[in-house]
């Protein structure tokens, strides 16, 4: 299995940028992606950003261009650097990992809230 802890998370201001951890733990060799959620106040859970093995990244449409996903290999770690935010990035983010044969884990979140 796959253990998932973020932390980062603040109050910020409009305009801010923040950065976000995700440190992976378990059986961290069978992880085939990673990747950033969100879920604002009274919505669904939507897609922020996805890193796989190799490398490729993936973005939401709403952040491209202020947010960059990254990894450390050698810390076990996913990073969401998040800059020019704004009050609609006000959510709990969680933190995502595909590993094995369709298997799922997901961090306990945390929450970002950007005052305008």
């Known amino acids: 299995q796959v253990q998932l802890v973020e932390s980062g998370g603040d109050l910020v201001q409009a305009g801010g940028s923040l950065r976000l951890s995700c440190a992976a733990s378990?059986?961290?060799?069978?992880?085939?992606?990673m990747g950033w959620y969100r879920q604002p106040p009274g919505k669904q859970r939507e897609l922020v950003a996805t890193i796989t093995s190799g490398g490729s990244t993936m973005y939401a449409d709403s952040v491209k261009g202020r947010f960059t996903i990254s990894r450390d290999n050698a810390k076990n770690t996913v990073y969401l650097q998040m800059n020019s935010l704004k009050p609609e990035d006000t959510a709990v983010y969680y933190c995502?990992?595909?590993?094995?044969?369709?298997?799922?884990?997901w961090g306990q979140g945390t929450q970002v809230t950007v005052s305008s």
């Open positions: 378990g059986s961290i060799f069978s992880i085939n992606a």
């Open positions: 995502n990992a595909q590993y094995s044969v369709n298997r799922s884990a």
